[in-house]
């Protein structure tokens, strides 16, 4: 008598392609969701930190030996909440993660970006 069963297995071996599919999303999936997460937070609201931090550098000058003078003028964090019309818990944030990806510098007066 026949086997009436349905046949889940589309060929042999699928269920051992299934779990190590699993297993690979398991161990790839969250590094890939958190390195999302960075970029979306970049795209959104880091970008508008860093563009008033880079509109915020001196005029280049030219020095006495021949080399090029430029510096940054530190920001506070009211100044920058200003400018880009974010609240200063999320300019916080925005310097938090700008300072671990080593773009900006925390000077006596404030934050300035990296020349």
Known sequence: ????????D????????AVCSVIFAL?????KMFETYDWYMD????????????M????????SHGQILQWAI???VQDIATAT????????????RLKRKNFIV???KGFRIKI
Do not use: A, H
């Open 1 to 8: 008598m026949p086997d009436k069963r349905p046949r889940y």
């Open 10 to 17: 589309l060929y042999p071996g699928g269920w051992t392609i």
């Open 27 to 31: 161990y790839y999936g969250p590094r």
């Open 43 to 54: 795209r959104l609201f880091d970008c508008k930190v860093k563009d008033f931090l880079r």
């Open 56 to 63: 915020n550098v001196s005029p280049q000058k030219l020095g």
């Open 74 to 76: 530190p920001k506070s």
């Open 85 to 96: 019309r974010m609240s200063e818990w999320r300019v916080r944030g925005c310097i938090r």
């Open 106 to 108: 925390e000077d006596e």
